[in-house]
């Protein structure tokens, strides 16, 4: 069992930057891969990013790659998304979530999910 809590959404500029964080709580989020997904309106939740329990390998969707940083801090209990360059396309709640599985693909299968924090670039 894990509690996930983002924050860190707001408003920002096309071009700029944001950094949103989730605090976890429960079992200890080594345990975890720890992801971000994001929701914008009237779509499907996608995939967003994803590290490594060890924190040494990351995965990116193609649209974000080069421009978001995940990491994460274990002894924190925290998981960190740098955003960057960004466009009004990113526009979307974004969620942080935990999968126990630590083996196969990281673009689906969590287990925990945090409330949500919104993020709205304009132009």
């Known amino acids: 069992q894990v509690q996930l809590v983002e924050s860190g959404g707001g408003l920002v500029q096309a071009g700029g930057s944001l950094r949103l964080s989730c605090a976890a709580s429960?079992?200890?989020?080594?345990?975890?891969?720890m992801g971000w997904f994001r929701q914008a309106p009237g779509k499907e939740r996608e995939f967003v990013a994803a590290?490594?329990?060890?924190?040494?390998?990351?995965y990116y969707t193609s649209s974000v790659k080069g421009r978001f940083t995940i990491s994460r801090d274990n002894a924190k209990s925290t998981v960190l998304l740098q955003m960057n360059s960004l466009k009004p396309e990113d526009t979307a709640v974004y969620y942080c979530?935990?999968?126990?599985?630590?083996?196969?693909?990281?673009?689906?299968?969590?287990?925990?999910w945090g409330q949500g924090t919104q993020v709205t670039v304009s132009s």
């Open positions: 429960g079992r200890t989020v080594s345990s975890y891969v």
């Open positions: 590290i490594r329990r060890s924190g040494l390998d990351t």
């Open positions: 979530a935990a999968r126990v599985r630590h083996f196969g693909d990281y673009v689906s299968g969590y287990d925990y």
